[in-house]
């Protein structure tokens, strides 16, 4: 049993499974997507590094690694929509196909345009099929921070791909089922059904998925009275409703792709929530071939 990568299998062709299986297990455990390309190389990110395959299973460069098919991408797609695309053409519009499991598939190709809005795609040529893994403990420093200082808004950033989703939902469950802290009530507004994960807690944690964030946000403030509320790549537009969360005395952790600080602060709307003193802390992801970590930092 591979972590959180078993159920994956299922819906990526039997060809490349197999390539994927014949790698280290250490290796395996630290995948955290797997991309098909249409008739250019398939690759998986593990510790923040691309990893091709060859023919034979073994790792190599561009020019000999093993690309997916047109039938293939077929196979994928029809796997992971259970043979029904209009089924998932609210998601698909947005690029994304949920899996029942956990975890996502990120969709790039030919798009369908009506009125210069994105209605589906005409054709797919890429998937990203993105891991949720549950590293219990990935927040523990985070949380022992929270019992030493208090609560407080949190800012998490790193650059795509680094483990922001995981270590939210570490810290959602760590909150929620009161390791090493008290229980705090947790909201989770999970906009793509990445964070939640049936069965894995049993905290105080209330969730509403494939909503809006700001949506969202307001819902649980109005109904759940959570103290805590947890979302995942806060974009522009939802500045408002994060701030006036603030207002209700909700304590905000949210992510942000970013390499720095500095570099958040020059995108207007994040420069908003940090000037509204919306966050008092950052966390900083970091990954390698040897894990990830995390760096706290206040927020002047």
Known sequence: MINGLDGFF????????????????????????????LNVPFSMTIGGKNILLDKDGNICNVKNAV????KEMEECISLLSQGSL????????TGYIPIKDGGRAG????????????????????????LHRHIPLFASDLIKYYAREGICGTLIYSPPAMGKTTFLRSAAFLLGEGKNIRPFRVGIVDERSEIFIKGVSDGLVDVITNCPKAYGIELL??????EVIICDEIGSGEQDAIINAQN????LIASAHGNSLEGLRRRPFIKKILEAGLFEIAVKLTADE???ECEIERIL
């Open 248 to 251: 209700t005395g909700v304590h």
């Open 221 to 226: 403030c109005r109904t759940m009275s959570p």
């Open 86 to 93: 209009y089924t998932y053409d609210d998601t698909i519009k």
């Open 67 to 70: 690309c997916a098919t047109k």
């Open 290 to 292: 040897n894990g990830y």
């Open 10 to 37: 299922r819906y990526i062709p039997p060809r490349l499974t197999k390539l994927i299986v014949s790698l280290p297990t250490p290796l395996l455990e630290r995948v955290t997507e797997i991309r098909l390309r």
């Open 107 to 130: 969709l790039c190709g030919e798009t369908i345009l009506q009125n210069g809005i994105v209605r589906g795609f005409k054709e797919i040529y890429s998937i990203n099929l993105r």
